[in-house]
């Protein structure tokens, strides 16, 4: 096999986010919005846009070496794929999205038993088949090609959809009902280039930076200078990722300490670190965080 890898890319709702995590694991990505074929710094890899719907598909059969799909679209195309990491992130935030049971607010349905002899529009046709299979109902499932959430009532009874928020079922009077599944970004691979020593290498070292990256997310790092005197008391306000790193600075009595913490925690910390005695607090965003 040559030395060049071929990445799918999901084209629609996970473009951006992945282009942007992607930029942050060191992977420069460039594309026109009518091109297929975005442009990456890496010579050895060859990046083409696919739906999501169908990258497991493409994956599978050596079209793509590896791919970034969700895994509810693995399970949908029902391919023999290598599943080798997961990313949890979607299109509005570092979280799962869940396929959904929903019906109109006013509907006699309230749970999946209440489908017998419905109708049930949704893009994820064959898992539905099988949840309602699972649970002994038998309803016609019509493949939705889009707007979904606007179906029910006059043109489809439930609906089975994908959400993060729930917002836009709420906005359209529907209900959720059940969960049928969760589903994050799954890299996938296929199994003869799995297979190749320099394929596999390479895309080990892909994910390992994009994890880094995901780590990253959520995290910043935090630097101050603090007197020896008081560092007890300064460590203990640091929830470290690991320990801190601690420098001694020109002189004896003073540190420096730098640690990476959790963004949402740093307004809560930053009043007590300068209350144990830190000084000169920096905050500082993290490209890659690699454990």
Known sequence: MSN???????????????FHLFAKAGYKISSTSRSYFPNID??????????????????????LDVGMTGRDWVKENGSDVVEIAELIYAKQGLRPVRWVLAAPANSPIKSVKDLQGKKIATEL??????????????ALVEFSWG??????????????????????????????????MESNT???VNKNAWKDSWKKKKIEDMVLLLKGALAAEEKVGLKMNVPRAKLDAVLKVLPALNSPTIAELHGKDWVDVDTVVDEKIVRLIVPKLKDAGAEGIVEYPLNKVIP
């Open 42 to 63: 890496d010579p050895e890899m060859k990046a083409m846009l696919i739906r999501a719907q169908e990258m497991s598909r493409y994956v599978e059969d050596g079209t």
């Open 4 to 18: 060049m890898l071929k990445l799918g890319l999901p084209k629609g709702s996970l473009q951006e986010s992945t």
């Open 147 to 180: 707007a979904t959430e606007a179906k029910p009532p006059e043109l489809a009874d439930a609906i089975i959809e994908v959400t993060e928020t729930g917002s836009s079922l709420k906005a359209n009077n529907l209900v959720i009902l059940e969960t049928i």
């Open 125 to 138: 046709v064959n898992v539905s088949k099988e949840y309602l299979q699972k649970n002994g109902v038998t």
């Open 186 to 188: 799954v890299v996938i």
